[in-house]
């Protein structure tokens, strides 16, 4: 025992941090999946949590992933037969695909590894955050705001099945990917670029987060060390077109296939106009609720599903796409009010995807504690001071990563993959609110 303490004492701050951290993490995320699986095994009334939605196993992603099991290739998103799709990014349904493989079809083992596989990406997250959280404030502060985070979004990351995980992952390496570039002298841009066609390739938005992070990144970089240096400023155009063309091969795969296929130009998912259409067109204020969700082809055998079948998928996007740009052009004052209310959805106040919910949680404690990412984004622009390269792409993240869907369509588990900077954002807001509170405490001078 005595030599056990003596190991112990003689480990390195920085090493008791390091286990202090994965073990929180592991703490937290072992009882959150607790919390979730209690829940699953009860799923009647509850005032404190919401139902679990984790069977619908990411609607058309299961239904492709089981086309593709089937040996029917990468076709019929809505669960019946209608042919080859590109409704849905292919990297999740091909993970999905694969581990229905691994599974022999068993719809509850695939469950349970998609959980794993969804456990694991929240983990990693975990240690991450907890890891950044220590450059601004080494003494607890990212401790608290880990379990108090991941309960703002406790239903989007444990109590559903969809891409949220994947796409969490991805951020957090493009995260990574752009402190590296910010730190590195000579970054790579095979790196950055094959990020970028992968991310790209989980989500449209994703791959555009990955280009304007590394973008911005370089573009601050060769700004602040290289004022007078053409060459240096040159090169950093030529990095740029460097990443654009690897990602571009990277895609370029999957494009072919879909203008093999579907006869059409699709970078990576066909359902932008339908997006739109929806939320312009079908929705009331322009925030997606279970009421549009209802007229989703995937629903069930309604209008949508029948014009799809009937006109195919690429006429099916055209012919929406026409009535969306008719009708915002038509009551273009319409479309700002729409932006507007998914602005406020999205950074300001949560709308609840059902009609009505019986959980406390959503309805008060998540409407406490929404906006403090969003002021704290705000907060950090105007006491810019410094370009530390976490913090810039923690926010060059968070905004790009729902700029679009305020400018589309907006739903409320499309920003449960921001849940990593949002909770950076507001470790760094918090702690140097609290150096400024110190500082004028003692009566310091600022040199």
Known sequence: ?????????????????????FSWAFVVLVVFCLVSDWRRANPGKCL??????????????????????????????????????????PVLPAIMALCYGLCSDDRSYVILLLRSLQASSIYFTAILFLRISRRFHPFGLGHVILP????????????RLDDSWLILMVYNLVLINAISVATTRNPSSLRSGCLTGF???????????????????????????????????????SYLLCVSAIASVVLFPWILRNFLVLNAWIPVKSNLAFELWQSQ???????????TILQHPWSFENDQRRLYLDLGEIAFCRVRWREATIAILDNPVSFIVRIRNRFSAACLVPVEYTVKSDNFLNRRI???????????????????????????????????????????SFLERYSVPLISMKMILVTVAVSRMMAAFRFKAVGGVDH
């Open 1 to 21: 025992m005595e030599s056990q303490q003596r190991a112990l004492l003689r480990l390195s701050s920085s090493t008791k941090a390091l286990i202090l951290d």
């Open 48 to 89: 404190i949590i919401s139902h679990d939605m984790s069977e619908s196993m990411g609607a058309e992603y299961n239904a492709i992933a089981a086309a593709i099991v089937s040996g029917k290739g990468f076709s019929d998103p809505f669960m019946t037969e209608s042919g080859p799709t590109a409704w849905m990014p």
């Open 148 to 159: 108090i985070g991941l309960l703002t979004e406790f239903h989007g990351l444990f109590q």
């Open 199 to 237: 991310a790209a390739l989980c989500s449209p938005i994703a791959g555009v987060v990955a280009f304007c992070s590394v973008s911005i990144t370089i573009l601050i970089k060769n700004s602040l060390l290289y004022r007078d240096d053409i060459s240096r400023k040159r090169g950093k155009l």
């Open 281 to 291: 067109c079908v929705d009331d204020d322009g925030v997606l609720d279970i009421r």
């Open 366 to 408: 998540r409407a406490l504690l929404y906006p403090t990412p969003f002021l704290a984004f705000i907060f950090l622009i105007f006491q810019y001071r410094d370009t530390c390269p976490v913090t810039t792409n923690v926010a060059t993240i968070y905004f790009f990563g729902l700029i679009p869907f305020i400018l589309i």
